[in-house]
């Protein structure tokens, strides 16, 4: 499905619209989602609506906005993992569990354990 990113030349908002096919974007007059106005500006997205594995630790900041505001968790996800940075609270982020419950054999010093 064809995304397009729009920005509003009447008061500068930004809003992305997506449409069905590329004939239905043809018929569709684009409007700003705040003001209605018509003069928006279409802007171009680099956002990659087919491919699911990229290599997001290459992105720049503003590559990694566009994944996130695609809403494609998919992406969204293998970004994360990527990055290796802290995942979103929202969604199926695998997290660590550092509460030691199970112990790894790793140390056994067991003198505080009461
Ligand atoms: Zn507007």
């Known amino acids: ?3 397009y990113d729009f920005r509003c030349q009447s008061c ?3 809003f992305s619209l997506i449409f069905k096919t590329y004939a239905a974007y043809d018929a569709a007059e684009p409007r700003c989602s705040a003001c209605g106005a018509v003069a928006v500006l279409r802007v171009i997205s680099r956002v990659s609506i087919a ?3 990229r290599d997001y630790s290459g992105m720049s900041a503003n590559e990694m906005l566009s994944v996130l505001e695609g809403g494609d968790e998919k ?3 293998a970004m994360f993992r990527q990055v290796g940075e802290s995942a979103p609270a929202t969604g199926p982020a ?5 509460t030691g419950e199970s112990n790894d054999g790793s140390s056994d010093t067991g003198e505080d354990d009461s």
């Open 94 to 98: 695998v997290i660590p569990n550092r």
């Open 12 to 14: 500068g908002q930004s």
């Open 75 to 77: 992406q969204v996800d």
């Open 51 to 53: 491919k699911v594995e």
């Open 1 to 3: 499905m064809p995304q």
